[in-house]
């Protein structure tokens, strides 16, 4: 079945260290996205990507750093500078934009903690 | 600016009793319109969707939604809840001309008495 796994489910950071969360769709989708879940405040957006070797920031891109060299992988680190990254971390596809949009699909997220 | 308002944070309804759950939306022309929804620790579950057409809308689990252009507003249904029912629910817009960005609400946390 076609969808988007993203790994580790938990993971857990030390002061001063990078950590970075897998996404990975094989929908054959052309944009994706990452977006931070906190209580009461929905779903921000992080970075998106809407094609192979680009991306953009979205609200809250300061702190995170993505990558997209392949079209179905789409990594998001949090860097040390990342004061509060505690959060719930969703990552989404979607087809693209063409003359109908399309609903993003999403992965089961990662639950990102501070040791 | 594009933007969703889900006035409600939390709601509760005994099993068995009907559901409205409210979204409001701003955007100048007409946008495209989500409801999905969410169980603890998991992703995000696509209900319904609003492109054109048609204002009511049917889902998956038995709900829907109604678009009202007038109100500025998209809110979501279900006739007689089920205790599964029980989740969190957002509400999302989706603009031309705006590359693939979606713009989400809130969020509603429903929960289902016996």
């Known amino acids: 079945d076609g969808g988007i796994t993203q790994s580790p489910k938990y993971l857990f950071r030390k002061e001063g260290q990078n950590v970075t969360l897998s996404c990975e769709q094989n929908?054959?989708?052309?944009?994706m996205y990452w977006y931070r879940q906190d209580p009461g405040q929905g779903l921000r957006l992080i970075y998106y990507?809407?094609?192979?070797?680009?991306?953009q920031k979205g609200d809250i891109a300061e702190g995170y750093s993505v990558s997209r060299e392949k079209k179905e992988s789409f990594p998001l680190t949090v860097t040390s500078a990342q004061k509060n990254p505690t959060a719930f971390y969703l990552c989404?596809?979607?087809?693209?934009?063409?003359?109908?949009?399309?609903?993003?699909?999403f992965g089961d997220g990662t639950r990102l903690s501070i040791l | 600016a594009q933007s969703v308002t889900q006035p409600d944070i939390h709601i509760t309804v005994s099993e068995g009793a009907s559901l409205e759950l409210r979204c409001n939306y701003s955007?100048?022309?007409?946008?495209?319109l989500f409801w999905y929804v969410q169980s603890p620790g998991q992703g995000l579950q696509l209900l319904l969707k609003?492109?054109?057409?048609?204002?009511l809308v049917q889902g998956i689990k038995g709900f829907e939604a109604e678009f009202k252009r007038s109100q500025s507003s998209f809110n979501l249904r279900k006739p007689s809840v089920h205790w599964s029912d029980a989740a969190e629910y957002f509400c999302?817009?989706?603009?031309?001309?705006?590359?693939?960005?979606?713009?989400f609400g809130t969020g509603t946390s429903l929960t289902v008495i016996p």
């Open positions: 929908l054959n989708h052309d944009a």
């Open positions: 999302a817009v989706g603009a031309r001309g705006t590359g693939n960005q979606f713009y």
């Open positions: 990507s809407q094609i192979v070797n680009d991306f």
């Open positions: 955007y100048g022309a007409t946008p495209y």
């Open positions: 989404a596809s979607s087809p693209g934009w063409g003359d109908r949009n399309q609903p993003q699909h």
């Open positions: 609003y492109f054109s057409g048609d204002t």
